[in-house]
């Protein structure tokens, strides 16, 4: 017992080592690619499938928290087959009798659960079945997940990972220009100050009518134009399953589409008063931009307080760029 202990603790402790050691993303990105390689599945996509389950078990209480360099989850008996009266059984041609979805990937006889390659394999695996096109790719998605909203997440992430071709997609900016004359506190939670019934479910960042409002982080715009409410109005989903809504906008940067790629930083449009009206309607309170943040996590969305993070950024943005005062 002692032995078997020490030999575990130690084992563990140079993958520790090892993990700190590699870029995580590259670590991921020569996984993709290299499943790319044998299934012909761009990259991108396995990328997206892996980013959409890792944000979706970092806030999930049903899930194990994502701890390998793939993040990917089967239950043991999804990965087994449903009627394998073994489900951690890995052997490649039992579980495929079983039909269950774990397959080898990484050559060495085993279909393993703690397999980076072979858990990235499965899912390719599965996909494959269906075709590698997008139009494919959205159907075995679907197949797999039967929710529309998690392939539209899904399909977004690919779509931003191919136009920058990496994963390194962390950057966060303020909404408003740093040096921008603006304020903004806490109010998370509030009763609306402008109609409505719910809380107020957002940070108010009161600034000068049309300074520019811009993106905060990279993802794609998943909604614009008008509501009753919001007035003139964005979403943006990142890549780590959360949308970003800027609501009373005094109108958008030219030529700005859904389904359009936005980096932290661009413009899409500037500080307004729109809003409590039909299309067009403005002025009825002083112009800020109400900014929200909502968290999906594969089944629901739920908004949560973006102060703190508001805070954060514009705290790093300045701290980079203090040097010239
Ligand atoms: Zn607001």
Redesign the pocket.
């Known amino acids: 017992m002692g032995t078997f202990l020490l030999f575990f603790t130690s084992t563990v402790a140079v993958r520790d080592a090892h993990a700190k050691e590699l870029d995580p993303y590259q670590e991921r990105m020569k996984l993709y690619k290299k499943v790319e390689t044998i299934t012909q599945i761009p990259w991108y996509y396995l990328a997206a499938i892996d980013q959409y389950e890792r944000s979706i078990r970092l806030v999930r209480r049903d899930l194990p928290k994502p701890e390998s360099t793939i993040a990917i989850y089967f239950r043991p008996e999804q990965w087994a087959g449903l009627t394998n009266p073994n489900p951690s059984a890995e052997n490649p041609a039992v579980l495929q009798f079983f039909n269950g979805m774990g397959v080898d990937g990484d050559g060495d006889g085993k279909a393993s659960l703690k397999s980076d390659e072979d858990v990235l394999y499965a899912i390719a695996h599965y996909l494959l079945s269906y075709g590698v096109d997008a139009e494919n790719l959205q159907i075995g998605l679907w197949n797999y997940y039967h929710r529309d909203k998690t392939v539209r997440i899904i399909t977004g992430k690919a779509k931003v990972y191919r136009h920058f071709g990496r994963l390194d997609l962390d950057k966060q900016v303020f909404p408003v220009p740093i040096r921008s004359n603006h304020s903004y506190r806490s109010t998370w939670g509030d009763a609306?100050?402008w109609g409505g019934r719910r809380i107020?479910e957002?940070?108010?960042i009161f600034a000068g009518y049309g300074v520019p409002v811009r993106a905060t982080n990279y993802g794609v715009i998943e909604m614009k134009g008008w509501n009753k409410f919001g007035g003139w109005r964005i979403g943006i989903r990142d890549i780590n399953n959360t949308y970003h809504y800027f609501?009373h906008l005094s109108g958008f940067a030219k030529d700005l589409k859904v389904g359009q790629i936005v980096e932290p930083g661009m413009v899409i449009g500037g500080v307004g008063s729109s809003g409590y009206g039909p299309p067009g309607t403005s002025g009825k309170f002083p112009p800020?931009l109400?900014y929200g943040m909502y968290k999906d996590n594969g089944i629901t969305e739920w908004s949560f307080d973006p102060y703190p993070h508001l805070a954060k950024w514009k705290r790093f943005e300045r701290a980079n760029t203090g040097k010239k005062k």
């Open positions: 609306r100050g107020h957002g940070t108010d609501a800020h109400h």
